[in-house]
């Protein structure tokens, strides 16, 4: 297993656990709106390793040890760890754009970076198979779409703290970097190019009407 990838992994948990014995760490470090726009910075990086709880902890960093050696494999571990930090910044900065006069608004999770990390995986390998519940063959696209999917349905819900508009922002973060590193996807891969666009699109536009 990659070194970084099991940095990364060690250090979540450890700061997740840290998050879920004290809350005062956990609300300095949260995603929170009010505080990011009165200068608190840290927030964008440091909600991304805490979680809400032991399930979503588990789905993010499992999801994550699932689709990151396909990364890894193809562009090292220096640039799997930039395109990790990337999509979590990119996660925070679309989460500000949209809630950004929403002062109360705040969210947690690596779902942003993890997302980032998905979408390089499946444009580096399309016809990658997953085993759903270890046992149901599911294409790695699918679990990807299905995941920015079930991302809308929480926006829409509003009924956790988990940060959901965070995911696209990894998205988009882990599907441009991928592609400016590997620009021959556009003619080589194009369908899974587009079609892993259609979620990305299906949130902007719905965000334009005033839909989530």
């Given at each position: 297993m990659s070194t970084i990838l099991i940095v990364i992994i060690a250090v979540t948990i450890l700061?997740?656990?840290?998050?879920?014995?004290?809350?005062?760490?956990?609300?300095?470090?949260?995603?929170?709106?009010?505080?990011?726009?009165?200068?608190?910075?840290?927030?964008?990086?440091?909600?991304?390793?805490?979680?809400?709880?032991?399930?979503h902890l588990f789905f993010n960093m499992f999801t994550l040890y699932m689709f990151a050696p396909v990364v890894?494999?193809?562009?090292?571990?220096?640039?799997?760890?930039l395109i990790y930090i990337v999509s979590l910044v990119f996660?925070?900065?679309?989460?500000?754009?949209l809630h950004k006069n929403d002062?109360?608004?705040?969210?947690?999770?690596a779902s942003g970076a993890v997302t980032g990390i998905i979408y390089s995986a499946i444009?580096?390998?399309?016809?990658?198979?997953?085993?759903l519940f270890y046992v149901i063959p599911i294409p790695a696209y699918l679990f990807g779409i299905g995941y920015l999917l079930y991302s809308i349905y929480g926006m829409k819900?509003?009924?956790?703290?988990?940060?959901?508009?965070?995911?696209?922002?990894?998205?988009?973060g882990g599907y441009l970097i991928t592609l400016?590193?590997?620009?021959?996807?556009?003619?080589?891969?194009?369908a899974m190019v587009v079609l892993l666009a259609i979620p990305i699109i299906i949130l902007f536009v719905m965000s334009k009407l005033g839909k989530l």
């Open positions: 700061f997740s656990f840290k998050g879920f014995n004290d809350v005062a760490f956990f609300i300095k470090f949260e995603f929170h709106i009010g505080s990011i726009r009165a200068g608190d910075q840290i927030r964008m990086i440091s909600s991304g390793f805490l979680h809400a709880d032991v399930g890894v494999a193809y562009f090292g571990e220096v640039s799997f760890l996660g925070s900065l679309l989460t500000l754009l002062y109360n608004y705040r969210a947690i999770g444009l580096l390998e399309p016809d990658m198979m997953l085993g819900a509003k009924n956790d703290n988990i940060g959901h508009t965070a995911h696209f922002g990894g998205a988009i400016l590193k590997e620009p021959d996807m556009f003619v080589n891969n194009t």
